[in-house]
């Protein structure tokens, strides 16, 4: 069981990116995949999720009408597309997941396997 998180980068604000969580090991229908960040010197915060099972999703305030969460089921992967990123967006994203269904955005004690994560920086 495996989570492999990639796609973060630099890019300036107003600009977007698409991060990826591949999973492997298991079927993706089977879990709920949450994304987190934790920018320096903060907590770790819960940014989004969605549930396989049901396609129920939970976005923090802050991404709403900003960021989407996307399913592909033929790759096992699920997208977290990000645009109009602002520099309070920058930090390490990881992605992590749990059986079937989203626990809101968390908190990360409830989560069963976690990917490695992946930088990403809005900066001008």
């Known amino acids: 069981v495996q989570l492999q998180a990639s796609g973060g980068g630099l890019v300036q604000p107003g600009s977007s990116l698409r991060l990826s969580c591949a999973a492997s090991?298991?079927?993706?229908?089977?879990?709920?995949i949450h994304w987190f960040r934790q920018a320096p010197g903060k907590e770790r915060e819960g940014v989004s999720c969605?549930?396989?099972?049901?396609?129920?999703?939970y976005y923090q305030e802050s991404a709403k009408g900003r960021f989407t969460m996307l399913r592909d089921d033929a790759m096992n992967t699920v997208h977290l597309q990000m645009n109009n990123l602002k520099p309070e967006d920058t930090a390490v994203y990881y992605c992590?997941?749990?059986?079937?269904?989203?626990?809101?955005?968390?908190?990360?004690?409830?989560?069963?396997?976690w990917g490695k994560g992946t930088l990403v920086t809005v900066s001008s």
């Open positions: 992590a997941a749990r059986p079937y269904y989203c626990s809101a955005l968390g908190p990360p004690a409830d989560m069963n396997y």
């Open positions: 090991g298991f079927v993706l229908d089977t879990l709920a």
């Open positions: 969605i549930s396989t099972r049901d396609g129920s999703t």
